[in-house]
C-alpha cells in the first residue's frame, strides 16, 4: 500500500451567530474559505454549529426555556436546503473536506448532526447523534445504527461523533472496528457550569478526545464552540444564569494516534482555526503497540454487538408478498427520508 501523502486539518474555535441561520452560514462560508487560505486539507466544525448549542435546558425550567423552541427550529438546518447547497458550494469552490455541526430539522424533529461533505461539494453522510446527553433529549430526536459509519475518503477513513459519544465504550469500539484513521470530535462549548460541574468542562472533555486519538489508534480533529457576551445576553437574563453559562469555554485541539496534542490552544475566549499535520503512517507506529480490534483484542472473550441498520417509524406492508415468496415488499423506500427544504 503507498504512503498516503501527510496533510493539513483544522479544528474550528469560534461562536456561530446564535439563532441565526443565514448569518451563521455566513460564516462558515468564510471560515472555509479561511482554511482554503491556509492550506487546510480537513476542515472540523463544532456540535451544533449551526444555529448554536442549546444552552436553555441547562439554564431553567421547561416553560421558561419554550421561548426559544420556535426560533432554534426555524434557523435550525434541512440536509436537503438552499442554505446546505450554499455551504456545499463553498465546499467545492474550496476543495476541501468539512464535517459541519448541526442541528438538523426534519419537519418536527431537530437532531444533533454531522453533515461530511467531499472536496466536490458531494455528501459523503449526514449522521446524527445516537443518544442525546441529559436534557439534549428534550430538544432532539436519536440517531440508529447507522450513524456509526467510517468512510473512506481520499484522505483515508474518516468518521465522526459528538460530544458525549465519546464516552460511551461500545459506540467508540463500533468506530474503531471500522479501522478509522482520521476522526471528528465535534463539542459544544465548555463554558457551562464552568467550576460546577467538571464532568461537562474543558478538562475531562479534552482529555476524552485525547483518550479516543489513544484507545482508536487515530487522529483526532475536536473542535469546540465559544460562547460570547452575544450569546449569554440571548440566553442569560440573570446573575444566576450568567454565572451558569460564562463567555468562552473554547478548548479546540488535534490529536495523534499516540495521544499527544499536535498544536497550542488558543484562549478560551478566542475564534480561530487550531491546525496541524496529520501523517497516517504514524498510526503504524501506534498500533504497533496496541490495535484495540486487532492483536490487543480478545474475541474470544469479548464482543461487540452492533446493528448498524437505519430504522424508520413506518415499514411499508404489501398484503400477499410473503406469500409469493418475496422477501421484501416492492418499492421500498429510502433508508432514511430526504429532509425537508
Given at each position: 500500500?503507498?504512503k498516503?501523502?501527510?496533510?493539513?486539518a483544522?479544528?474550528?474555535?469560534?461562536?456561530?451567530?446564535?439563532?441565526?441561520?443565514?448569518?451563521?452560514?455566513a460564516?462558515?462560508i468564510?471560515?472555509?474559505?479561511?482554511?482554503k487560505?491556509r492550506d487546510?486539507?480537513?476542515l472540523?466544525?463544532?456540535?451544533?454549529?449551526l444555529?448554536?448549542?442549546?444552552f436553555?435546558?441547562?439554564l431553567?425550567?421547561?416553560a421558561?426555556g419554550m421561548?426559544?423552541v420556535?426560533?432554534?427550529?426555524?434557523n435550525s438546518?434541512?440536509?436537503?436546503?438552499p442554505?446546505?447547497?450554499?455551504?456545499?458550494s463553498?465546499?467545492?469552490?474550496?476543495?476541501?473536506?468539512?464535517?459541519?455541526g448541526?442541528?438538523?430539522?426534519?419537519?418536527?424533529?431537530?437532531?444533533?448532526?454531522?453533515s461530511?461533505?467531499?472536496?466536490?461539494?458531494?455528501?459523503?453522510a449526514?449522521?446524527?447523534?445516537?443518544?442525546?446527553?441529559h436534557?439534549e433529549?428534550t430538544?432532539?430526536?436519536e440517531?440508529?445504527?447507522?450513524d456509526?459509519?467510517?468512510?473512506?475518503?481520499?484522505l483515508g477513513?474518516?468518521?465522526?461523533?459528538c460530544?458525549w459519544?465519546?464516552?460511551?465504550?461500545?459506540?467508540k469500539y463500533?468506530?474503531y472496528a471500522?479501522?478509522?484513521?482520521?476522526?471528528?470530535?465535534s463539542w459544544?462549548?465548555?463554558?457551562?457550569?464552568?467550576?460546577?460541574a467538571?464532568?461537562?468542562?474543558?478538562?475531562?472533555?479534552?482529555?476524552?478526545?485525547?483518550?479516543y486519538?489513544?484507545?482508536?489508534?487515530c487522529?483526532?480533529?475536536a473542535?469546540?464552540a465559544?460562547v460570547?457576551?452575544?450569546m449569554?445576553?440571548?440566553?442569560c437574563?440573570?446573575d444566576?444564569?450568567?454565572?451558569f453559562?460564562?463567555?468562552?469555554g473554547?478548548?479546540?485541539?488535534?490529536f495523534?494516534?499516540?495521544?499527544?496534542?499536535?498544536?497550542?490552544?488558543i484562549p478560551?475566549?478566542?475564534?480561530?482555526?487550531?491546525?496541524a499535520?496529520?501523517?497516517l503512517?504514524l498510526?503504524s507506529?501506534?498500533k504497533?503497540a496496541?490495535?484495540?480490534v486487532?492483536?490487543?483484542?480478545?474475541?474470544d472473550?469479548t464482543?461487540?454487538l452492533f446493528n448498524?441498520?437505519?430504522t424508520?417509524?413506518?415499514?411499508?406492508f404489501t398484503?400477499?408478498?410473503?406469500?409469493l415468496g418475496a422477501s421484501?415488499?416492492?418499492?421500498?423506500p429510502?433508508?432514511?427520508p430526504t429532509?425537508e427544504?
Amino acid at each position: 500500500m503507498p504512503k498516503a501523502k501527510p496533510f493539513l486539518a483544522a479544528a474550528v474555535q469560534a461562536a456561530p451567530v446564535y439563532l441565526d441561520l443565514a448569518g451563521t452560514v455566513a460564516k462558515t462560508i468564510d471560515l472555509i474559505r479561511q482554511a482554503k487560505a491556509r492550506d487546510v486539507e480537513l476542515l472540523a466544525f463544532p456540535e451544533t454549529w449551526l444555529p448554536g448549542y442549546c444552552f436553555w435546558p441547562w439554564l431553567g425550567h421547561p416553560a421558561w426555556g419554550m421561548q426559544f423552541v420556535q426560533a432554534y427550529h426555524e434557523n435550525s438546518i434541512a440536509t436537503e436546503s438552499p442554505e446546505m447547497e450554499a455551504i456545499r458550494s463553498a465546499v467545492a469552490d474550496a476543495g476541501i473536506h468539512v464535517v459541519l455541526g448541526t442541528s438538523e430539522r426534519d419537519h418536527g424533529t431537530l437532531y444533533i448532526g454531522q453533515s461530511i461533505i467531499a472536496p466536490d461539494g458531494s455528501v459523503i453522510a449526514h449522521r446524527r447523534k445516537l443518544k442525546p446527553t441529559h436534557v439534549e433529549r428534550t430538544v432532539f430526536g436519536e440517531g440508529d445504527g447507522s450513524d456509526l459509519a467510517v468512510h473512506d475518503t481520499s484522505l483515508g477513513r474518516l468518521g465522526a461523533l459528538c460530544c458525549w459519544e465519546h464516552l460511551q465504550p461500545l459506540v467508540k469500539y463500533a468506530m474503531y472496528a471500522q479501522h478509522e484513521q482520521i476522526h471528528v470530535a465535534s463539542w459544544p462549548s465548555f463554558a457551562l457550569y464552568e467550576g460546577g460541574a467538571y464532568a461537562l468542562g474543558a478538562e475531562l472533555n479534552t482529555a476524552v478526545s485525547q483518550v479516543y486519538a489513544a484507545e482508536g489508534g487515530c487522529f483526532v480533529v475536536a473542535a469546540t464552540a465559544v460562547v460570547t457576551p452575544e450569546m449569554q445576553a440571548i440566553l442569560c437574563d440573570t446573575d444566576e444564569r450568567r454565572m451558569f453559562l460564562p463567555v468562552g469555554g473554547g478548548r479546540s485541539m488535534i490529536f495523534g494516534p499516540d495521544g499527544r496534542p499536535l498544536a497550542d490552544f488558543i484562549p478560551h475566549t478566542e475564534e480561530g482555526l487550531v491546525i496541524a499535520e496529520i501523517d497516517l503512517g504514524l498510526i503504524s507506529l501506534a498500533k504497533s503497540a496496541a490495535d484495540p480490534v486487532g492483536h490487543y483484542a480478545r474475541r474470544d472473550v469479548t464482543r461487540l454487538l452492533f446493528n448498524a441498520e437505519s430504522t424508520r417509524c413506518v415499514e411499508p406492508f404489501t398484503p400477499g408478498y410473503r406469500e409469493l415468496g418475496a422477501s421484501s415488499p416492492p418499492d421500498t423506500p429510502p433508508t432514511r427520508p430526504t429532509t425537508e427544504g
